[in-house]
């Protein structure tokens, strides 16, 4: 059985995945950041420190076929604190990769590397990259680098631009962007078994009937998900939309209104995706 290491596994996502492999049966190791992880399951082989120290990557990566990379900042920050964990960062697991001869990693990039896209518009896969800060800049970075990382070293990658990952969604914008805890771990379990993955760029998003993205150019993973967050939509809908008129106008939602300073707001999105930049 491949061992996988988990990344980030004292975080809010981190600890869905960590419980899930575990029933699983799946050999893990789970790492946290600062914090120290007590055993879930006798034996468990946890552990913690910071990734920019490359001893610490070589605890995390000795004897590892799959890297699921949970850790990092995972909302905006100052940019100071978004290049150590998500580029610096980033950069150090990568080279343990390297050096301890692990296949494949599973990128945890996200949809605010492409927030500032209206939400009117349906995106494919190779659609440009338009983030809505500094976070989802760090996930552009993370996936040309993860991209180089496969075409000059044959380190194999998964990015997965999680949409809203969440028990059940509860406001309109994720009637789009939701992300099932079930699908999750079905997408994750594909990442694990799948053939040759290459370098991969998928939505981590499920069926839902409002969604924007599209996963045409990924069939080879075999990613089905089965949610759809048009279940709850009722419930959803009858309740004020917590989004603000910024929030509500872009993909990325709550994200795009942080230190925004245009005022033609009603010009700019739609210009900027025909290619003009005024
Ligand atoms: C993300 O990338 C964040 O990590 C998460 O906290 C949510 O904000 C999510 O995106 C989202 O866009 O809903």
Same mark, same amino acid.
Request: charge should be negative.
């Given at each position: ?15 869905? *995945?960590?419980?899930? +492999? #575990?029933?699983?049966?799946?050999? !893990?190791?789970?790492? &946290? $950041?600062?914090?120290?992880?007590? %055993? /879930? ?14 001893? *610490?990557?070589?605890? +995390? #990566?000795?004897?590892?076929?799959? !890297?699921?990379?949970? &850790? $990092?900042?995972?909302?905006?920050? %100052? /940019? ?199």
């Amino acid at each position: 059985m491949k061992k996988i290491a988990l990344s980030g596994a004292g975080g809010q996502l981190g600890s869905v *995945v960590r419980k899930a +492999l #575990l029933a699983r049966d799946i050999p !893990l190791r789970s790492a &946290a $950041g600062s914090r120290a992880l007590t %055993p /879930l399951v006798d034996g468990e082989d946890v552990m913690h420190g910071d990734l920019r120290d490359p001893a *610490v990557v070589d605890r +995390l #990566l000795e004897g590892v076929d799959v !890297l699921i990379h949970f &850790a $990092g900042t995972s909302v905006e920050r %100052p /940019l100071p604190e978004i290049i150590e964990n998500n580029l610096r960062g980033l950069v150090e697991v990568y080279e343990g990769a390297r050096r301890h001869g692990v296949r494949r990693v599973v990128f945890a990039s996200s949809n605010h590397a492409i927030g500032m896209y209206p939400v009117t518009e349906h995106l494919s896969l190779d659609c440009a990259l338009r983030p809505d800060g500094f976070y989802g800049l760090s996930k552009v970075w993370g996936e040309s680098l993860a991209r180089m990382y496969w075409d000059k070293h044959g380190i194999e990658s998964v990015c997965v631009r999680i949409g809203s990952c969440l028990e059940r969604p509860t406001e309109p914008r994720h009637l789009s962007t939701w992300f099932g805890h079930k699908d999750l771990m079905h997408f994750l379990d594909r990442c694990i078994e799948a053939e040759d993955v290459g370098f991969t760029v998928i939505w981590g998003v499920s069926a839902n009937k409002r969604s924007w993205w599209d996963n045409r150019g990924a069939e080879h993973l075999g990613y089905q998900p089965q949610q759809d967050a048009e279940v709850y939509a009722a419930e959803i809908l009858a309740a004020p939309n917590p989004l603000d008129a910024l929030g509500q106008r872009y993909q990325g939602g709550s994200f795009v209104g942080l230190d925004y300073s245009r005022d033609d707001i009603d010009s700019d999105a739609s210009g900027a995706a025909a290619g003009r930049s005024k």
